[in-house]
């Protein structure tokens, strides 16, 4: 397990990096799998570079809490690469209140 201390390095890096950076932290937060990061990383779910709200998306579906079922269905109407890693993470953390939204977003083309 992550020390308290890098969770939170990566967490600031998340909201205050270049875009590189702050997908990189998703992605390391979404591989460590800590709880703690959750809410950090449903904030950045809606950040205006896309590959970090992916990236995002991705670390919430590998962590599979169900307080990010809301913000991955909100998501599932962004951006077009955001929605697909929502839709997979939706799918990772299994909770039923996402099958009309996925039902709904198989109609995107």
Sequence with gaps: M????????LI???KAGYSIV??????ALGKI??????PA?????????FGVGSQSALALGRIGDIRAV???????KG??????????ALDRIGDIRAVPALIEALKDS
């Design 2 to 9: 992550a020390s308290e201390e890098k969770i939170q390095q």
């Design 33 to 38: 799998g800590d709880v703690r990061a959750v």
């Design 12 to 14: 600031r890096e998340l």
């Design 79 to 88: 951006h077009p690469v955001v929605r697909r890693q929502s839709a997979l």
């Design 41 to 49: 990383l449903i904030e950045a779910l809606r950040d205006s570079d």
């Design 22 to 27: 702050r997908g990189s932290c998703a992605k």
């Design 70 to 76: 809301p913000p991955l269905l909100e998501a599932l």
